[in-house]
């Protein structure tokens, strides 16, 4: 929708009191005040802003935002996901820390289906998990998504954290695929391990979701004021700030303490997997809940350039990847115990 126009006179007017008018029946409920319609049409008339910028504006106020938590939607909602936990009294809650390119959306997929009358909430982001009112949070009896360690704190204090890790050259490459078919289709695999700009997704990536924390008790305050300059406008310019800000930033543990940290945060985790057994993790997690465990979809087989990779880039991706292979191998042993446990 184009800015007001001055050569539209008094039909643009017209029009911008009619959109202003129908914005806060809509959202707020009730009809504006002759002050607040000459307020919004004075912005777009002298001030510059466009007719979306108005209901942008009204809807991301303060009243719009009480309309939203005091709505009957909202209230159903939370009702109904007391009455679906009500169900699993005496069950743990599980949070499946989803690591991107580890498999985890087909396990996701067969977790939501071991108890699939329970409350679930799958497919988040911090910005989600951050936004989402804690006693409603609290209801879900498995969260997953592209969610970090540092999660866990917004979660009940008895959640049980699930996670899966995967061969770290594997892992990069099948990164690399995805960010060449969403929206990088130019992108070399060359360009993906030596540049700044794509390094902190793959280095070490795996360890970034145990350890690395943006404080996100105190994100939703001012999430800018600690990064960098030049990843402000990055930040800024995502859909979702929280999430690019924790995958932009500097990993906060110094490379020094980064593995001892890495494996124990691996340690404290309840269900560790690895990729080439999803289901082992699905099977756990059902025993977990006194339930029959569904079968694990197979995940995509990792891209056709990890079996033709120059020598000389595997090196710089096992190099980049240390602390993740680390933290590989010890999610294998853990697979190892349990298996031993059930021989025995």
């Known amino acids: 929708m184009a800015p007001f126009n001055r050569s539209g006179g008094t039909r643009a007017r017209t029009v ?3 959109v202003i008018e129908a914005a806060y029946r809509g959202l707020l409920r ?31 106020s303060v009243e719009a935002s009480a309309q939203f938590l005091y709505s009957d939607g909202l209230r159903n909602l939370a009702h109904s ?30 977790l939501q289906a071991i108890r699939p009358d329970w409350p679930a909430m799958s497919g988040l982001f911090l910005d989600h998990v951050v936004c989402i009112p804690r ?35 594997h892992r990069t490459l099948s990164h690399y695929a995805h960010v060449r078919d969403h929206g990088e289709p130019d992108l070399t695999i060359t360009e993906f391990v030596a540049s700044p700009r794509w390094r902190p997704s793959w280095e070490n990536y ?5 350890v690395h924390e943006i404080g996100i008790l105190d994100a939703p305050i001012s999430p800018y004021g600690r990064i960098a300059e030049e990843l402000a406008d990055l930040v800024a310019a995502h859909s979702l700030p929280l999430q690019s800000l924790f995958d932009l930033t500097p990993i906060s543990v110094a490379p020094r303490d980064l593995l001892a940290t890495a494996l124990a945060r691996l340690e404290a985790i309840d269900l560790v997997g690895t990729t080439g057994d999803l289901q082992a993790v699905c099977d756990q997690v059902a025993r977990f809940w006194d339930a029959e465990s569904p079968r694990v979809a197979r995940h995509r087989a990792t891209p056709e350039p990890v079996r033709s990779l120059d020598p000389g880039l595997r090196r710089e991706i096992c190099d980049g990847t240390t602390v993740d292979a680390a933290l590989y191998e010890r999610a294998l042993e853990f697979g190892r115990e349990r298996y031993d446990a059930v021989r025995s």
């Open 16 to 18: 911008d009191r009619a």
């Open 30 to 60: 009730r009809d504006p005040a002759a002050a607040e319609v000459e307020h919004h049409r004075n912005a777009i008339g002298v001030g510059g802003w466009t007719r979306e910028d108005a209901l942008f504006s009204i809807a991301t």
């Open 81 to 110: 996901l007391q009455g679906a936990r009500a169900a699993a009294r005496g069950y743990r809650p599980v949070h499946f820390l989803h690591i991107m390119k580890t498999g985890g959306t087909a396990l996701t997929v067969a």
């Open 135 to 169: 006693p409603v949070l609290h209801q879900a009896m498995l969260v997953a998504g592209h969610l970090p360690f540092e999660a866990t704190r917004l979660l009940p204090p008895d959640v049980a954290v699930c996670t899966v890790m995967r061969d770290p050259v």
């Open 206 to 210: 795996q360890a970034r979701h145990l």
